[in-house]
């Protein structure tokens, strides 16, 4: 399968955003920059929500994680 747009990878968002808000073992230095991994930790669950068909269409769910998305950018 060609991947003809990928933001971030796989990889990297396990490893640099995901592990960093979700892993309890990793020691986190408080950065400017984890406000941005958080926005981007809300973007996929607004996109995963969005696109889960056991759910109505343009749910609040998924324009809450938007809001929360946008929010943490601005920071």
Known sequence: ?????????????????????????IALD???IDSHRLAVLY????LGTLFDLEKPSLSLEATQYYQL???????
């Open 69 to 75: 998305a946008r929010a943490a950018l601005s920071m």
């Open 30 to 32: 408080q950065d400017l």
């Open 1 to 25: 399968m060609t991947r003809r747009y990928t933001p971030i990878p796989e990889q990297e968002f396990y490893s640099t955003v995901f592990a960093r808000i979700y892993d309890q073992n």
């Open 43 to 46: 973007m996929v669950f607004a």
